[in-house]
Structures are given as C-alpha cells and as structure tokens.
C-alpha cells in the first residue's frame, strides 16, 4: 500500500510496483488514518511523502498504533536530523529521493520477506529468564506482559537473544535483518532501533538488563541476568570487530 500526500503525483511509484507484479493502491493520508477501521493488513506500507514536514510524520505515529508491517518513508528531505525523527516515530527505512526504483524494489522485498517469516518460523520459544521470545506467535513477553514491538524490533530483538552473551556488530545485526551489506546512516538506523526497544522494554542504557551496547563493538543481548562486571573474549564473537576497537 501507498500512502501519498499527493496521490497524482505517486501514480508513477503506483505503475512501477503494478508492472513488477505487485498488488499495490494509492491512498491519501486522510484515508490512511481510517485504515485502522480496515481488515485489510498490507505486507508492506511506502510513505511518499511530496511535501516533507512534521504533520506527516506524526502519520508514522498514528499508522505504529495499529500496524506492525514493514513501513517505508520516502522523502527528498535530506536532513540527517528529520530521517531520525521519522525512525523514531515508526519509520523502518528513509529512502530519499530521487530514488533507484530497483532499490526500492529490493528493500521492500527485504522488508515483506522478513515480515513473512510470521507463517514460516518454527514452533520455538526463546526463553531466557523472565523474557520469553514466542517465535510462532512472533510475541515477546517480559515477567509475562506482552511487548508491542514492530516486525522490523521483534526480528531485531529475536536475532540479538539467538545470539544471547555474545557481542554483536551493528553491520551483522543490518545484515541478519535485511540480507545485504551495511553503511555509516544504516548502521546508525540500528542504534535508533535498539532505542525503541529498549523504551518498550522498559530496560536502562547506563543500568541496562536486556541491552547493553559494547562501545565500539555492537550490542550484548543480557536476557535479563545481572550485568557483567568484565566482558570476556568469548563473548565477543567474530561478528563483531576486535577488541582493540573499543
């Protein structure tokens, strides 16, 4: 689904994932906030955004209440501060404009591949401590209260507790999620997404329980135990750079 705050002018981006064998629609923004009334639920949802400002993103805000699918913002807004600000408020990738249709079609693929892998996984339950990752339901549960998390924090998160005591890169973590390389703005993206997840999981940067980020390394997944006084070599796996690094 397309949500355009101008949808004659989306109606290129329309033709172009209709001809890549898509079933794909264009709706205004006033539509998208009723969407919720719906039961329709799109594997993926691109944002155009033609005239970049607050109001629009605050859509981002108001689509995260009932939708957890893959959502892509497009702007030509190139400000570093307002692509963080649209990942704070839902976004899960900015692709600024004027844009590589074949790139876009490959990020969204990404995107709809990783969220498909709600039918796909196996009956497995992650459970570490108080937090429990259900991998069937794709549910995260801390002292048996439901996480509201995204497809894009809960793949995250669910990676990160596979890889529990182990130090993990932020290139290894963008490569888990979306299947190709990293770069300095995406890496970036991943620290604003640990951010998310952290508020929703009521955890501590300075006092961490879940997440703790190893600076100049990656992120320790903690599952809950009593933070390590010292991090020892094997915990820092080959996924993640050498220690002189910190």
Same mark, same amino acid.
């Given at each position: 689904?397309?949500?355009?705050?101008?949808?004659?002018?989306?109606?290129?981006?329309?033709?172009?994932?209709?001809?890549?064998?898509?079933?794909?629609?264009?709706? &205004?923004?006033?539509?998208?906030?009723?969407?919720?009334?719906?039961?329709?639920?799109?594997?993926?949802?691109?944002?155009?955004?033609?005239?970049?400002?607050?109001? &629009?993103?605050?859509?981002?805000?108001?689509?995260?209440?009932?939708?957890?699918?893959?959502?892509?913002?497009?702007?030509?807004?190139?400000?570093?501060?307002?692509?963080?600000?649209?990942?704070?408020?839902g976004a899960d990738d900015v692709i600024i404009k004027p844009y590589n249709?074949?790139?876009?079609?490959?990020?969204?693929?990404?995107?709809?591949?990783?969220?498909?892998?709600?039918?796909?996984?196996?009956?497995?339950?992650?459970?570490?401590?108080?937090?429990?990752?259900?991998?069937?339901?794709?549910?995260?549960?801390?002292?048996?209260?439901?996480?509201?998390?995204?497809?894009?924090?809960?793949?995250?998160?669910?990676?990160?507790?596979?890889?529990?005591?182990?130090?993990?890169?932020?290139?290894?973590?963008?490569?888990?999620?979306?299947?190709?390389?990293?770069?300095?703005?995406?890496?970036?993206?991943?620290?604003?997404?640990?951010?998310?997840?952290?508020?929703?999981?009521?955890?501590?940067?300075?006092?961490?329980?879940?997440?703790?980020?190893?600076?100049?390394? &990656?992120?320790?997944?903690?599952?809950?135990?009593?933070?390590?006084?010292?991090?020892?070599?094997?915990?820092? &796996?080959?996924?993640?750079?050498?220690?002189?690094?910190?």
């Open positions: 689904m397309i949500i355009s705050d101008n949808v004659e002018r989306s109606s290129d981006l329309l033709a172009f994932f209709e001809k890549a064998g898509y079933q794909a629609a264009v709706i &205004g923004e006033k539509d998208a906030a009723l969407q919720k009334e719906s039961s329709s639920h799109p594997d993926a949802v691109i944002f155009d955004i033609h005239h970049p400002n607050i109001r &629009g993103l605050s859509l981002c805000l108001t689509l995260r209440k009932f939708y957890k699918g893959p959502l892509l913002l497009m702007t030509e807004n190139k400000d570093e501060l307002y692509q963080v600000l649209a990942i704070e408020l249709p074949n790139l876009l079609q490959s990020r969204t693929r990404a995107f709809i591949r990783s969220a498909s892998w709600r039918t796909e996984c196996k009956n497995c339950n992650n459970k570490l401590n108080e937090f429990i990752v259900d991998e069937k339901r794709r549910e995260v549960f801390v002292n048996g209260n439901l996480v509201n998390l995204t497809d894009l924090e809960f793949e995250l998160l669910k990676y990160l507790s596979s890889q529990s005591g182990k130090i993990v890169s932020r290139e290894a973590i963008h490569k888990a999620l979306y299947e190709s390389s990293s770069n300095e703005v995406l890496a970036r993206s991943i620290d604003m997404y640990i951010c998310r997840i952290r508020k929703k999981l009521g955890d501590s940067s300075s006092n961490p329980r879940y997440l703790k980020t190893v600076r100049g390394c &990656g992120y320790l997944f903690l599952g809950g135990k009593k933070l390590p006084e010292t991090i020892t070599g094997d915990q820092i &796996g080959a996924s993640a750079p050498h220690a002189a690094a910190v």
